[in-house]
C-alpha cells in the first residue's frame, strides 16, 4: 500500500523568510511518480512538480526547489524568500507509474497550510 | 475547453435524494479521475476512467456511488441516497498519458442537510 506523510499540519512564516515543507512517503513499487501541489484559498489545485523515480535529481524553479532523496523517502518542497500570495494548502502526492508511462491515481498526504505573513 | 470544468459549482441537497456531478476533461486526455475532499481532510481517490479500459473503482465508499464516462469524454458521478458525510469538495481531474501533471477542475461543493 502507498502512503504520503505530511507531518506539517500548519506552518506560519514571516515574508521573505525561507520555508521547508516536508513528505515522507512509503510504497512497495519500485518506479513511481512524486508531485506537488498547491491549492489556494479559492480551492482549485494548481500542479507544482512531478517527479519520476529514477531522477534523484534536484529541482529548482524561481523561489521554489525539490529535494527528492530515496534513501530517507523523502521528497521536500522549500520556497525560498516567501511571499504572502505563497499562503495555501500545499499537498504532497505519490503515484505508481504504469508501464506506458502514465501514472495511476494519486495518494495524497493531509497537506501543509502554510501562512505567510507580511 | 482550456480546462477542467466541473459543474455545478455548488450543490445543496436534501439528505436521501440523489445528486449528479458532471466533470468536462480536457479535450484529448484519455485519463479520468474523480476525488473527495472533505473538510480540513486531504483529497481520497475515489475512481479513474483510462481511455476504453474498465475504470478503477476501487475508491468508491459505498455501493450509493456510481459514475459513468461517456464516449471517453464527459464524466458523471451519481450519489444516490445522500448522506451528510456524503458532504465534501468533489474534484475530477484528467490527464494525457506520459505528460507531466494532471489537471484538476475547481470542484463541486455538495452540502448534505
Known amino acids: 500500500a502507498q502512503k504520503v506523510t505530511q507531518a506539517q499540519t500548519e506552518i506560519s512564516v514571516v515574508e521573505k523568510e525561507d520555508v521547508t515543507l516536508d513528505c515522507v512517503y512509503e510504497?512497495?513499487?519500485?518506479?513511481?511518480?512524486l508531485f506537488w501541489y498547491k491549492q489556494p484559498p479559492s480551492g482549485e489545485l494548481v500542479f507544482l512538480i512531478r517527479r519520476n523515480s529514477f531522477d534523484e535529481q534536484n529541482e529548482i524553479s524561481g523561489r521554489y526547489s525539490w529535494n527528492f532523496q530515496k534513501s530517507t523517502s523523502s521528497f521536500n518542497f522549500t520556497i525560498t524568500a516567501s511571499q504572502v500570495v505563497d499562503s495555501a494548502v500545499y499537498f504532497c502526492a505519490l503515484s505508481e507509474a504504469r508501464s506506458s508511462g502514465s501514472a495511476r491515481q494519486l495518494t495524497f498526504g493531509s497537506g501543509t497550510q502554510l501562512t505567510v505573513l507580511p | 475547453g482550456a480546462g477542467v470544468s466541473q459543474s455545478p459549482s455548488n450543490k445543496v441537497t436534501e439528505k436521501g435524494k440523489d445528486v449528479e456531478l458532471r466533470c468536462d476533461p480536457i479535450?484529448?486526455?484519455?485519463?479520468l479521475y474523480w476525488y473527495r475532499q472533505s473538510l480540513g481532510q486531504g483529497l481520497e481517490f475515489l475512481i479513474y476512467f483510462q481511455g476504453n479500459s474498465a475504470p478503477d473503482k476501487s475508491g468508491l465508499p459505498s455501493d450509493r456511488f456510481s459514475a459513468e464516462r461517456t464516449g471517453g469524454s464527459v464524466s458523471t458521478l451519481t450519489i444516490q441516497r445522500t448522506q451528510q458525510e456524503d458532504s465534501a469538495v468533489y474534484l475530477c481531474?484528467?490527464?494525457?498519458?506520459?505528460?507531466?501533471?494532471?489537471?484538476f477542475g475547481s470542484g463541486t461543493r455538495l452540502t448534505v442537510v
Open positions: 479535450s484529448g486526455h484519455t485519463a
Open positions: 510504497t512497495r513499487d519500485t518506479t513511481y511518480y
Open positions: 481531474a484528467s490527464s494525457l498519458a506520459g505528460i507531466d501533471g494532471y489537471t
